[in-house]
């Protein structure tokens, strides 16, 4: 249950919202999590670009927020508590959805399997990859056929990307779960090489990423309200791709696909 302070906080977003202020008289708690680069990070460029985007779509609409790093479990459990008024970034899942509301799409991804230069492995299909052993950091979700088979395969679930990355090289996996900005952002040196993977063929599942509200938050849908008008600005500005291409750690995007 809510404490004073946040009671009082949620009438001020409440009434502020029908008058088309900004939604709170004190700043609002967020929290993202670490080593999820390029888009979150405290070690990252304004603490990665989706942390960025996130913070500019709040201020386009006048709204204060400070923003933690903390593991990904534990800051989400603490947001579905109502320890953090939001969190970020999510893709959708039906666990997910029962206890969140979703913002409108932060960014689309295209999950992949990847696997060594080396590997056996040919296709990605469920009849292929039954027996294999997959990687995903802990707090991460997996979309498409995997997750329909999650219950029958193997998953090691390490701190960071980083580390599914290097249990591949040294054998202890044979997939890691992820997608084509991560592994961009990875492919440079002195991290991972990238002739070192592959991808698989067969396209995993096209997400997309989200601002999360707990829906027992009082006033949910006006802090999501708040959130999408002002990322419908940066979107309709063109200060949202603007922001993509000056971000320091998202230019690795594009710096390894233009070679």
């Known amino acids: 249950m809510p404490d004073l302070k946040s009671a009082f906080r949620v009438l001020v977003l409440s009434s502020s919202c029908l008058l088309g202020q900004p939604v709170a ?21 304004g603490g990665g670009v ?12 006048g709204t204060a927020i400070d923003i933690d790093f903390k593991p990904w479990t534990r800051g989400y459990e603490e947001t579905l508590r109502l320890g953090y008024d939001a969190t970020f970034p999510y893709l959708s899942t039906p666990r997910r959805t029962a206890d969140f509301l979703f913002s409108e799409p932060l960014y689309q991804l295209s999950l992949r399997l990847y696997v060594r230069r080396d590997s056996p492995w040919q296709t990605g299909s469920p009849k292929e990859m039954r027996n294999a052993t997959f990687c995903l950091p802990a ?42 900005d991560e592994l961009a952002w990875q492919a440079v040196p002195p991290k991972l090489t990238l002739p070192n993977v592959r991808a698989l063929p067969e396209p995993l599942a096209d997400v997309t990423l989200h601002l999360i509200v707990p829906r027992a938050h009082p006033d949910a849908q006006a802090l999501l309200s708040t959130f999408n008008a002002g990322l419908q600005h940066l979107v309709s500005s063109g200060a949202r791709d603007q922001l993509f291409r000056s971000n320091p750690e998202y230019r690795r995007v594009f710096d390894v696909a233009d070679h």
């Open 139 to 180: 707090g991460y979700e997996v979309s498409g056929w995997i997750r329909a088979e999650s219950d029958r395969l193997v998953f090691v679930r390490p701190r960071s990307m980083a580390q599914c990355h290097a249990m591949l090289q040294l054998g202890r996996v044979d997939v890691v779960v992820s997608n084509p």
């Open 25 to 45: 008289a004190e700043a609002l708690s967020l929290v993202t999590g670490n080593e999820y680069p390029p888009f979150t990070g405290s070690d990252l460029a």
């Open 50 to 61: 989706l942390t960025e985007l996130v913070r500019q779509a709040f201020d386009a609409s």
